[in-house]
């Protein structure tokens, strides 16, 4: 076997099912769980519609960089939502989803022959950034977003010793778990850091459309070409339709950006054996030049969140966060106990699944940027999430009168 698999820690969901170990639930509650951020809304039933309408679709080896109507389908989307201009035969690739495309990625951009190879991402992270980096040869960098900052991360943080080893930098806008957006300043210094250490950028993006104010978050390319910089250099973006159609078991998605990088990423996918299915090809088509089932989606999230935040910021520190369908929030510290112990303490005795922060990030720098908080995923249906947080706030009272 490979001995670079031993360096992989559990993922969170894993943990969560060790720290629940012995835990019965009381009967009196159904379960509710806020743990696993898999979008829960209907799939629209013109996506259901294109899948089954061709089917005839099966009957063919689909090619690796897909078919050019779904890469046109791709450029359209991204000149509508960034008002962005990309070729669609050289800049974009359809992916299997945006995790299966963010660790293929590390593989294709990392030279471990080079020594000490780095791999840069934010603390806390999605947790296939460390896999990636991992497994591509490389050592992971946590970078610790800060909650003064609305969890910005403190990339000025960073010595110069390790972007001189960095080789890829992750990062995530809308955040995942903060929901924090990065501004048109934070792209300019990591584009300055790119330039001047030759690291690439891989931006994950896949909440981009569930967003609560008016402005849409930006985007990577759409940073990249307010700042001149309509080459991409060094800069790929990753987005899907997981979250944004409500349709996860697709796996559907799409990269876009430095035709350099474009190249190299379909050469290594050739052989990776990751061709998209022209049966999704086609539903996927049908998806991105819909916008009208992405306003209705987006407006569902916006009422639970109005509903739900609320109702949690007056037991515990939370904010309703830029994007994303994700809540933070601290573990009060009249309670005592830690991140994980919230989380087993409120499943045995009112039955709702969270997340524990610390479980989402790692102990760098000194400490734990995780810590103390957990993630709730509001996925589930309003009245759900409603009555979820009404048990988070009796479980914090009684243990706080």
């Known amino acids: 076997?490979?001995?670079?698999?031993?360096?992989?820690?559990?993922?969170?969901?894993?943990?969560?099912?060790?720290?629940?170990?012995?835990?019965?639930?009381?009967?009196?509650?159904?379960?509710?769980?806020?743990?696993?951020?898999?979008?829960?809304?209907?799939?629209?039933?013109?996506?259901?519609?294109?899948?089954?309408?061709?089917?005839?679709?099966?009957?063919s080896y689909p090619a690796t960089a897909g078919d050019l109507a779904l890469r046109e389908a791709f450029t359209r989307w991204l000149q509508r939502r960034y008002g962005v201009g990309l070729n669609p035969s050289t800049q974009v690739l359809p992916v299997n989803g945006s995790r299966e495309a963010l660790f293929a990625f590390a593989q294709t951009v990392v030279d471990p022959s080079q020594g000490q190879a780095l791999v840069v991402c934010p603390n806390p992270f999605y947790q296939i950034y460390e896999g990636a980096a991992l497994l591509a040869g490389a050592q992971p960098y946590y970078v610790a977003s800060d909650p003064s900052r609305n969890f910005a991360v403190n990339w000025d943080a960073v010595p110069e010793t390790v972007w001189q080893r960095t080789q890829l930098l992750f990062v995530c806008s809308p955040g995942?778990?903060?929901?924090?957006?990065?501004?048109?300043?934070?792209?300019?210094?990591?584009?300055?850091?790119?330039?001047?250490?030759?690291?690439?950028?891989?931006?994950?993006?896949?909440?981009?459309?569930?967003?609560?104010?008016?402005?849409?978050?930006?985007?990577?390319?759409?940073?990249?070409?307010?700042?001149?910089?309509?080459?991409?250099?060094?800069?790929?973006?990753?987005?899907?339709?997981?979250?944004?159609?409500?349709?996860?078991?697709?796996?559907?998605?799409?990269?876009?950006?430095?035709?350099?990088?474009?190249?190299?990423?379909?050469?290594?996918?050739?052989?990776?054996?990751?061709?998209?299915?022209?049966?999704?090809?086609?539903?996927?088509?049908?998806?991105?030049?819909?916008?009208?089932?992405?306003?209705?989606?987006?407006?569902?999230?916006?009422?639970?969140?109005?509903?739900?935040?609320?109702?949690?910021?007056?037991?515990?520190?939370?904010?309703?966060?830029?994007?994303?369908?994700?809540?933070w929030a601290k573990v009060p510290d009249a309670l005592g106990m830690d991140d994980a112990e919230f989380a087993r303490a409120l499943l045995a005795q009112y039955n709702v699944t969270v997340l524990p922060g610390s479980y989402l990030a790692r102990e760098a720098q000194g400490s734990n940027p995780g810590a103390q908080r957990v993630r709730m995923a509001l996925v589930a249906e309003a009245e759900e999430c409603v009555e979820a947080a009404l048990r988070i706030v009796q479980f914090i009272q009684s243990r706080t009168a």
């Open 1 to 59: 076997m490979n001995p670079l698999l031993s360096h992989l820690q559990p993922y969170p969901f894993e943990r969560l099912r060790q720290l629940f170990a012995g835990v019965t639930p009381p009967a009196a509650y159904g379960p509710i769980s806020l743990g696993m951020g898999e979008p829960r809304h209907p799939t629209p039933q013109f996506i259901k519609d294109a899948l089954s309408n061709n089917l005839n679709g099966l009957a």
């Open 176 to 327: 995942n778990p903060t929901g924090a957006v990065m501004p048109l300043s934070e792209w300019k210094r990591l584009f300055e850091l790119s330039d001047r250490y030759g690291f690439v950028i891989a931006s994950d993006e896949c909440y981009s459309e569930i967003y609560f104010r008016d402005e849409p978050p930006l985007g990577g390319l759409q940073a990249a070409d307010q700042l001149g910089r309509s080459d991409y250099k060094n800069l790929i973006s990753f987005t899907s339709l997981s979250k944004r159609s409500n349709v996860p078991g697709m796996r559907s998605g799409f990269v876009a950006g430095d035709a350099a990088l474009i190249k190299a990423f379909l050469l290594y996918r050739t052989y990776h054996g990751s061709a998209m299915s022209p049966v999704i090809q086609a539903a996927s088509i049908a998806a991105w030049g819909d916008e009208q089932h992405v306003v209705e989606n987006r407006t569902l999230y916006r009422k639970k969140f109005a509903q739900v935040t609320p109702l949690l910021a007056g037991v515990m520190d939370v904010a309703l966060p830029d994007a994303g369908f994700y809540l």
